[in-house]
Structures are given as structure tokens and as C-alpha cells.
Nanobody
Framework: VQLQASGRRLSAGWGSLSLSCTAS??????????MEWYRQAPGNLREFVAS???????NYGDSAKGRFAISKDNDKGAVVLHMNSLKSEDTAVYLC??????????????WGGGTLVTVSS
């Protein structure tokens, strides 16, 4: 199983971006138990951004509340992070992590490669 992050990565301040994290190599039958987005800016610790579980319940980090929204597309095996009212301090490498069940591997954690989001002031 692999997770691939994709989406436009440049935005002006107060703009919007959406990042997708798509699972591949899962086979036809799989379940995304939960998936999270984290981010890490240069010189900073990794920060929790948002999560969504199989039931659709969401949770957000303080920096994301009121501005970001996370959703999932079960058919595509993807989770999307919608980011609005972007600020320069949202500039960071964004990473997705998912706990995915497959018949062959059971439930395991997988990390996608980071994608740099740059917000110009």
C-alpha cells in the first residue's frame, strides 16, 4: 500500500488550496480506518493538522480550526484537505498518514511522501 499526496502547492495569502492523499496498491477490498494530515515547517516540530475516521468524524489542530476541512472519498480511497484563508505561516511540508485495512496485511499505518505548500504573503 502506498499513499500519494497531490494538489496545487502554491498560493497567495488568503487563497485556497486542496491536497489529496490517495491510497494505491490496496486491492479491491480495503478500509481506511483513519487518516491524518500533519505539517512541518522549517525549524519547527511536526504539527497535527486534521484527521478523519471511517465514520466520517473529523478532528482539527488549533491552527486549522475554522479554516481547513478534511473529507474522504471512499470509492477513490482518497482523503482531501481543503485549506482556506491561507496565511504565510501555513507554509510547510504537508504529510498524510493513514491506517488502512487490507485482507493481506490487516490494519497498518502508512505514510505518504511530504508535499511542500508555499503561501506567499
Amino acid at each position: 500500500v502506498q499513499l500519494q499526496a497531490s494538489g496545487r502547492r502554491l498560493s497567495a495569502g488568503w487563497g485556497s488550496l486542496s491536497l489529496s492523499c490517495t491510497a494505491s496498491g490496496t486491492g479491491r477490498f480495503f478500509t481506511i480506518n483513519h487518516m491524518e494530515w500533519y505539517r512541518q515547517a522549517p525549524g519547527n516540530l511536526r504539527e497535527f493538522v486534521a484527521s478523519i475516521n471511517s465514520g466520517g468524524a473529523t478532528n482539527y489542530g488549533d491552527s486549522a480550526k475554522g479554516r481547513f476541512a478534511i473529507s474522504k472519498d471512499n470509492d477513490k480511497g482518497a482523503v482531501v484537505l481543503h485549506m482556506n484563508s491561507l496565511k504565510s505561516e501555513d507554509t510547510a511540508v504537508y504529510l498524510c498518514e493513514g491506517n488502512i485495512w487490507t485482507p493481506t496485511a490487516g490494519s497498518r499505518d502508512y505514510w505518504g511522501g511530504g508535499t511542500l505548500v508555499t503561501v506567499s504573503s
